[in-house]
């Protein structure tokens, strides 16, 4: 996830990210509340390199006025309304706010460069505003301070409006502004730096277009369908390039060990070797930051604000998984070396080569399970599995949709689909959908908030706008664009990104949707993805793109039992990234995340042999984002499964307890703590025994 992809708590995120920014002007004068159709969102997407820079300098202006105008409110006139609300309008509500985020969206997936450039220039002045005028602003810390301490006190305020000025308050403090002058303005100086580097960070993963050329020879095993897709060199030589769907394609199905091997390193190279150094920027400047703020480390300062609370914790979680799931992960390695197809050869030590893991383990399914992965892709035609799809959010969590057209966006296969209560009487939101790739598109797959869910003071809605992005194959005059599995799965988490953002009607913008903690924003995704393994919604969602049928028991019945196979290695993966990122961002200013690497490798993985060229840390785009929260998929995926377990009690179509999920968790997004969310839904504490049950650790 990118920017406002997913936040967490209100203004830590500007240590790493920028939040929005801009004028309350009250509110039915924003530009936000001013939609009222489809049309009047095409109209607030730039159109021109000229309108962005436009729209900067105007609402950047307007911003400053607001400001200023929330700081000269005397203490004795201040109220939630003029001061809290105020300031959440500023971060999250606001013109710019919303134009901020339609420029994120334009770098990310317009076709036009320039058009991209000039975002990115945006971007780059709106985020340092950010920092110097709120995040970083001492008088408007006084003045929400003032409140807190004194009016907020007598003032009737409900539940989210005080955890609101709670979590606010934290915020600021974690910031520094309690800091001497000298002090706040080095730090707002590293802020503004590590905004900047973290965005260049993000560029050029997006912006690499690396690529490998091989002969006919050197693809055997690739059906002739795929390679007729592929583009060919002046010389008939075949281009592969280091996008998802090209990749992962050639890494399961290509018999050809040196193919594997060449595009696994230009793969794990993306970015490098630009990013090495901005990285080493980045953790040398945040280690700064948090000593200045009187944190041992940046992981230190990076998840006091979490769910989890300490390094300390998360260490004590990562090294738990990592011991019940390396036994299993040791054990299926056993059993997929036992087996080796020809074109696979072990390492002198008795190693498998990361570039030979994927085709060993498709080999492997194929000839336990009977999965065909390419096989079983032909029942899941684009179009039918998210109509399908759409049919079960429809049945759980009491929403209807409908599709709407739409032309004139930043490409034209980008779809729209609106969303609305069970009768249809109530807007909940509009969600467009890019699903294939193309060229300087991001490459991975992402939900990216524009507009959040509002419950207005009327009790009428302000309707949430986001974006699904992800990289699907191109259909072709043949077929329609064939999802495998893992690619529904993709669909099913970020559509439940989407989901959470449009029924997560908050009051305060802040707090709505996603905008929750880091480590817990993971969990309404991956437990929809566990509808994925149910015999009855398999064969709901399935459609073979020429008889028609749906998946055959068989096939079904070995897709179930096949979802431990792997278990052990799927999770010693994850802890693996999620102990990268804590130790680049544990104390100390001068790492070599190369080095660090590979320390940690033999450590997590010792039974995999990575070569030289693994360059994980070029191309790991949590980093920036996430800092040292990458332990967040795990942390949240236990609590996915603890609720999946007592749903999957009443039923996966079961609307009555889809109803309670979605009042219970969905509906409150960040305005309430999570863990209280989650008491309350399974009437105890969460539990770790669904999750270990399920991986079979």
Request: charged letters at 25%; hydrophobic letters at 40%.
């Amino acid at each position: 996830m990118k920017k406002r992809l997913i936040f967490g708590a209100l203004l830590v995120a500007a240590l790493t990210v920028t939040f929005g920014y801009c004028a309350r002007l009250g509110e039915r004068s924003m530009l936000s509340e001013r939609i009222n159709s489809v049309e009047d969102i095409k109209q607030l997407f730039p159109k021109t390199p000229q309108e962005i820079e436009r729209d900067t300098a105007q609402y950047l202006e307007q911003e400053q006025k607001a400001i200023d105008a929330l700081i000269a409110i005397s203490k004795a006139e201040r109220t939630f309304a003029n001061t809290a609300k105020a300031l959440d309008d500023l971060v999250s509500r606001s013109d710019l706010s919303l134009k901020e985020t339609l420029f994120a969206v334009t770098e990310y997936l317009h076709p036009d460069k320039a058009m991209r450039d000039a975002a990115h220039t945006a971007l780059e002045k709106t985020q340092a505003f950010g920092v110097e005028q709120i995040s970083n602003n001492k008088k408007l810390y006084e003045a929400f301070k003032a409140y807190a301490e004194g009016n907020a006190k007598t003032e009737s305020l409900n539940n989210e409006q005080r955890y609101f000025i709670e979590e606010t308050l934290k915020d600021f403090k974690r910031a520094g502004l309690d800091l001497s002058d000298e002090k706040l303005a080095q730090v707002r100086e590293l802020k503004k730096k590590l905004q900047k580097l973290s965005m260049e960070f993000s560029r050029t993963i997006a912006q690499d277009e690396s690529s490998i050329a091989v002969t006919r020879d050197a693809l055997c095993g690739l059906s002739d369908e795929f390679i007729e897709t592929l583009k060919k060199t002046e010389d008939e030589n075949y281009i592969l390039g280091v996008d998802y769907p090209t990749y992962f394609h050639v890494a399961e199905y290509c018999a050809y060990e040196p193919t594997r091997k060449q595009l696994f390193e230009a793969f794990s190279s993306r970015a490098y070797p630009i990013n090495e150094q901005i990285l080493k920027d980045i953790i040398a400047l945040r280690h700064e930051l948090a000593q200045m703020l009187g944190y041992e480390s940046f992981a230190a300062l990076n998840l006091e604000s979490q769910m989890i609370k300490t390094p300390e914790r998360a260490q004590e979680f990562l090294n738990d998984l990592h011991e019940k799931a390396a036994i299993k992960d040791s054990l299926e390695l056993d059993a997929f070396i036992a087996e080796l197809p020809e074109s696979v050869v072990l390492t002198a030590d008795q190693k498998v080569k990361a570039w030979d893991q994927s085709f060993l383990k498709a080999c492997y399914k194929q000839k336990h399970f009977n999965i065909d992965e390419q096989k079983i892709a032909e029942y899941f035609p684009m179009e039918n599995t998210i109509a399908q799809l759409l049919d079960i959010y429809r049945q759980f969590l009491g929403v209807e949709f409908k599709e709407v057209p739409v032309s004139g966006m930043w490409d034209k296969d980008v779809k729209l689909i609106q969303v609305y209560n069970n009768d249809g009487s109530e807007l909940y939101g509009y969600l467009f959908l890019d699903l294939h790739p193309r060229p300087n598109k991001y490459s991975h797959a992402c939900h990216i908030g524009i507009v959040p869910a509002i419950k207005r003071e009327d009790g009428s809605r302000l309707p949430a706008v986001s974006v699904v992005v992800a990289n699907f194959t191109q259909p072709t005059k043949d077929k329609p664009s064939l999802l495998k599995r893992t690619e529904v799965s993709t669909f099913f988490h970020e559509f439940g990104h989407a989901l959470h953002a449009q029924l997560g009607a908050t009051q305060l913008g802040s707090c709505a949707g996603t905008h929750v903690k880091t480590d817990f924003v993971e969990m309404p995704s991956q437990m929809l993805e566990e509808w994925l393994w149910d015999k009855d919604i398999l064969k709901k969602v399935s459609k073979h793109y020429k008889t028609g049928e749906s998946l055959p028991d068989e096939t079904i019945d070995n897709i179930i039992a096949m979802k431990r196979y792997d278990s052990g290695g799927f999770v010693t993966r994850q802890v693996m990234l999620a102990q990268y990122a804590l130790d680049l961002f544990n104390a100390g200013a001068q790492k070599d995340p190369y080095a660090v690497l590979y320390e940690l490798l033999p450590k997590v993985l010792p039974r995999i042999e990575y070569g030289s060229k693994y360059r994980l840390f070029a191309n790991f785009g949590h980093l920036t984002g996430y800092g040292a929260k990458y332990y967040g998929y795990l942390w949240s995926k236990v609590f996915a499964l603890d609720l999946f377990d007592t749903i999957a009690q009443h039923g996966l179509l079961n609307p009555e307890i889809g109803n309670r999920y979605v009042t219970e968790i969905l509906a409150k997004g960040g305005s309430a703590d999570p863990n209280e969310l989650l008491k309350n839904f399974l009437g105890r504490e969460p539990r770790q025994d669904a999750f270990i049950r399920d991986l079979g650790l």
